[in-house]
């Protein structure tokens, strides 16, 4: 079993309108709601993968319930821990013409210090039956600048592998705890280290603790620094298109080679094709099997000579 | 007891950022939920004047539950009818800095004939309780255009005065089922009549079939063509602030005079006080009574020499 952990859960929904015009009133044309937060992403692309996953972190409120009945009908086993906050909502508001989105994002529910006793004693039950965890996205307020330190460290503890996917303090407290893996950006590793070159950048986070990083470059696919050497993924040709989720499904590729025990080149082709896949896909976040399948044996895995 | 009539009844969310720039991400810094639409308005304000006030229309899914549970504590009944589909949210995005606000209108669930039948023998049984009845707003999808007109109708058959308050065809098909009252802005005057001027344009509408046109001049005030006169109010001086829900509180002080008898001068004095109480309160919506009370007393009426 494959555990994502996303603290800040949200409902994501999108708004289609003509145009987004500030200071001026709009009829939305098109409302679409799913499940959201990082490791929500990242779970259902494992299932839709065949892993049998789990989901943990928060839900509360009218908004935590809608969350929980879209998820129901999903093949992810829902393991959200109660907060008496209401979980948040983003609104990404799409033009019609451009296809550009503004996204608004809710600040989460406060969590209290008894609800995170709560989770822990939840998170550590379901680390023990994991074949790797997946930790996700950004704190609720009132959740401690070191949670993911300490969520790190207790996988660890259970000999059980760990991705950390966030950003900024999070990220930095986090990655001195060892995590198995992170997956910054391009400007979440320069918020990191300062250096703008991404393998100058990502060796150094890698020196932070990290065992391995992927940085992804966008468009140009994955950079990974590892214990075993350091490869660069692209696929065939840049793909063009809407990024959202895109980084997820790279995490979810990469926890799935992982837990088959596969190599990294494998590891970061199915990263880098569902990282793509999704990115092609006409509906925001989602990826089509079809297109991930036919790019899968198209990428580009070229190792770096010179040692990590 | 007065009756307020919204079809299309709203979750107002209003989403505070520091500024609103298209293609990009923000963070809401606060959020706000209330229960809207515009009879929830109308009846809102009429409560705060000490009014018993009944509102209906259609509530349903999840947003029709948080709109019910956040009119469980006002001092208005509700006997909102239930709907399958689920009521609408409206996202108003204020800037930080300028309050300038931004907004967006879901269209609202889909209103199936059953549900229509429903709301009929709900309305003809509150209407025949009502000292006046008030039909506000936008008609969801599913409503049949001339649905106003047959509830102006239908309260003229119970002899109960109707005033109505929306806008396009649905007005201009409403107008011609001889309502009390009309309150259109400016602009819906304009799209109705084919006529800028005000006063020109006010008679017109009024010759299509209302008793009375009352047309809000935004900061200037109110215009009012009625069987016993033409009037000017005017509050003494215009007034800026937000605008959101300026001419619910008109139609309220409107209500307010015509159940308790009031002459034309007075109901406008109302009308014109409650409505630059709305634009002056800090919180898009609302009315500050202070405000109003020291208002009212300034209000300026001024009646046309020639006949209506």
Redesign the interface.
Known sequence: MILTVTLNTALDIT?Q?DA??????????D?IERPGGKGVNVARVLAALGHDTVVTGFAGG?TG??LRDLLAPLPVRDALVPVAGTTRRT?A?A?AATG????????GPTVGPDEWSAFLTAYEELVRDADAVALCGSLPPGIHVGAYADLVRRARAASVPVVLDTSGEPLRRGIAARPDLVKPNADELARLTGAREPLRATRDARRRGAHAVVASLGPDGLLAVTPDGTWRAAPPEPVRGNPTGAGDSAVAGLLSGLVEGAAWPDRLARATALSAATVLAPAAGEFDMATYRELLSRITVTEHATAA
Chains 1, 2 share one sequence.
């Open positions: 708004y309108v987004l015009t500030p200071h001026t009133t709009h009829r939305v044309t409302v009218t319930g809608v609104v508001v033009d550009d989105t503004t996204q608004l994002n809710e600040p």
